[in-house]
């Protein structure tokens, strides 16, 4: 038995980094795209707009969660 989860779980390291990478990604756009509002804002771009693309980092957030779900079972 612990021979198969080993050997899964060497199988799935590269999804598994692909995981994180996704995961990394999606909190620093969490982080950034709030923090870029002001500056959108003098150059013209409505905060709406701005904030709208706060979708794309919870997408990328909510499939490394799946992704990790799916390797953990």
């Known amino acids: 038995m612990y021979g198969y989860i080993n050997l899964k779980s060497k199988n799935l390291n590269p999804l598994l980094a692909f995981v994180k990478i996704i995961h990394a990604v999606s909190i620093a756009l969490f982080v950034l795209i709030p923090l870029s509002v002001i500056p959108a804002t003098f150059a013209g ?3 709406i707009y701005v904030l709208s693309f706060l979708v794309y980092p919870f997408w990328g957030y909510l499939l490394a969660g799946i992704l990790a ?3 953990a079972f």
């Open 45 to 47: 771009i409505s905060q």
């Open 69 to 71: 779900v799916l390797i």
